[in-house]
């Protein structure tokens, strides 16, 4: 829980601002969360596979014209 020193109050991270500041007195308490690494390994293992779909559906597509 991000904790404001000026405010004297905790906030919950949803009702942060999207740059991590203080919806009160616009202090930053907090970086903006990144993107999480399992996302990431996530985005890249769909491209090697439709990459290789893409891959598979051209072959096919020549070998049957």
């Known amino acids: 829980m991000p904790w404001c020193e000026q405010c004297g109050r905790f906030w919950n991270p949803n009702s942060m601002q999207p740059d991590g500041s203080c919806p ?38 020549v070998h049957h014209v």
């Open 24 to 61: 009160s007195c616009g202090r930053v308490i907090a970086p903006p969360a990144g993107t999480p690494w399992h996302f990431k390994l996530l985005l890249v293992a769909l491209v090697i596979y439709l990459g290789y779909r893409a891959f598979q559906g051209i072959e096919w597509v």
